[in-house]
């Protein structure tokens, strides 16, 4: 990964200003001690946000900048009540960053995750998340991430019989960069929310940075 190209391409093709989280994914490197391969503090300077692992509880490692690269930033006016690190079952390390954060007495929880390449541990990782979930105060999650899944209907790891609840938003084609037929990045949110809009972010920059399209969405809150 070009770091540096990263970055650029956050500041000049991605950002959004009204953005509330970024969630990014294999943003440390996979083998271990899994350093960080971003620079955190530009990327608070560049958007405003917030980087939710400076403790190190929060991380994989002492190297590391989130949880088995998934990094996770929010505004600052979101008052953060819990962050928590889900493992999920795989050959592979996967894992879920889950932040409880209230605003204007809005309760809300964001979960994001990178699940498995097979379909069978999907829902494996999809049903613990859900179980999760469950033990956790009822409240609309907003659940995102790369998904790994490439049916626009999402198949039963995104089914309530997994999840045990109903997520819904759109299905757009994010992979690959060059030409997007495949849906396998994803923002849903549980019933009474609403994604209002998920957009596929392209450009020149874009393209060279990843072998993902990076998507940008709008949830409509529940009440």
């Known amino acids: 990964m070009d770091a540096e190209r990263v970055l650029n391409v956050l500041s000049d093709e991605v ?30 300077a560049i958007t405003g946000l917030r980087h939710m692992h400076r403790d190190r509880t929060l991380r994989s490692t002492d190297e590391s900048h989130g949880f088995l690269g998934v ?26 960053v889950v932040i409880d954060a209230a605003r204007q007495a809005r309760s809300i929880r964001f979960c994001a995750t990178h699940l498995s390449l097979s379909q069978p541990l999907r ?30 209907w999402g198949g039963l790891a995104l089914s309530r019989r997994v999840l045990m609840d109903t997520f819904r938003g759109p299905a757009p084609a994010s992979f690959p960069v060059g030409r997007a037929i495949l849906p396998l990045d994803r923002m849903l949110t549980n019933t009474p929310g609403r994604v209002s809009e998920v957009k596929v972010l392209d450009g020149p920059g874009i393209r060279s940075a990843s072998d993902h399209r990076p998507i940008y969405g709008r949830i409509t809150l529940d009440g």
């Open 123 to 152: 829902i494996a990782q999809m049903r613990t998340l859900g179980q999760h979930f469950q033990r956790c105060d009822r409240r609309q999650t907003i659940l995102c991430g790369d998904f790994n899944e490439w049916r626009p």
């Open 71 to 96: 990094v996770a930033f929010l505004r600052p006016d979101w008052a953060v009540e819990a962050v928590r690190l889900v493992d999920l079952p795989g050959f592979c390390p996967r894992g879920a």
């Open 15 to 44: 950002w959004q200003p009204e953005t509330d989280a970024l969630f990014l994914q294999e943003a440390d490197a996979e083998q271990p001690p899994q350093r960080g391969v971003l620079d955190v503090h530009r990327i608070e």
